[in-house]
């Protein structure tokens, strides 16, 4: 072989292998992904997509969907059209905790929710650091109150637009001593001045370890407002939007402004407010301080759920929520042959 000829060969690259050349117009299936991308792709999806949807795309995704690390966090958001629903929410809602298999952390319940509902929860799960209640009007002072004791661990408390008085909160209080975050959200209206600062009375006496606070469209004046501080010396951020009971000038201002690193004023932006901000023009309760939202009172009755679409929870113990895969109120899916499809 000449020096040419030898240079041209040294300085040539190699021939991919037939195997190492790509197929034009071939693309990668989503089944090829990595089992632990897939799961983290489908975790975040809300509960409801993953057992409607989500598990019935393929074998190997209805097996990550039985994982149950993927149940840490059960989200249940949802747009509230339950007279439209194809499917029970609070069966669906057990089948989630049930695959949590006690591991459950956090947990979002909105528009639906029952006594019957939070005792099941909390009765399997043990480690529970956030709870977070959205227009949960079946959920009763009572039933909070029964189950505080069995949130140990809870750190991150949430009611937002719920019909729960004060009361359940101080025993939630009493109970948790690991909270550090508080949400109550609601829309402003006003209220008996004898109870503007229950609320605010309940946090005082029993959540001395806050770090986060928010009392959206609370009726809470300059007093209740003093004593939360005056009770909570961790506390560093605070939300005080639609809390038009506040008049803050002088030394509550400056109190204020040197305590708290994060403050948000009665009258400062909504813009970033999860929930609908205006009022919704209720102007007082009635003359027994009930519920401006309509409902016959703060805890409602098992009629008042049925005519807004909610259960009453009331046959929960009559289900072996274990292995129930029909949460269904209609037939609309067959999980038996699940495991004989194919998984392309």
Known sequence: MDNKSNQKTLGSKPKPSPSSRSTPGRRRSWLELPPEITASIISRLGAIEILTTAEKVCKAWRAICKDPLMWRTIDMRNDGDLHDMTYDLEKMCCHAVDRSCGNLVEITIEFFGSDELLKYITDRSSGIRCLRLVRC????????????????????????????????????????????????????????????????????????GLQQLQLFGNKLTNDGLREILDCCPHLESLDLRHCFNLNLEGDLEKRLAERI????????????????????????????????????????????????????????????????????????????DMDTQSSS
């Not at 004791?149 to 948790?176: A, F, N, Y």
């Open 137 to 208: 009007y079946c959920i009763t002072d009572e039933g909070l109150s029964e189950v505080a004791s069995k949130l140990p661990m809870l750190e991150d408390l949430q009611i937002s637009l719920c019909t729960l008085s004060h009361e359940p909160l101080e025993v939630v209080g009493r109970s948790c001593p690991l909270l550090k975050s508080v949400k109550l959200n609601n829309h402003w209206y006003q209220f008996p001045p004898d109870k503007c600062n229950n609320d605010a009375r309940a946090i005082a006496r029993t959540m001395q």
């Open 261 to 336: 690193k994060k403050l948000r004023l009665p009258y400062d932006s909504t813009d970033d407010y999860e929930f609908d901000a205006t009022s919704n023009g209720y102007e007082s309760c009635d003359n027994d301080g009930d519920s401006p939202y309509g409902f016959s009172d703060s805890n409602l009755l098992s009629d008042d759920c049925e005519e807004y679409g909610f259960s009453s929870g009331s046959d929960f113990y009559d289900y072996d929520y274990e292995d129930f895969d029909d949460f269904t109120r209609l037939d609309l899916y067959d999980f038996g």
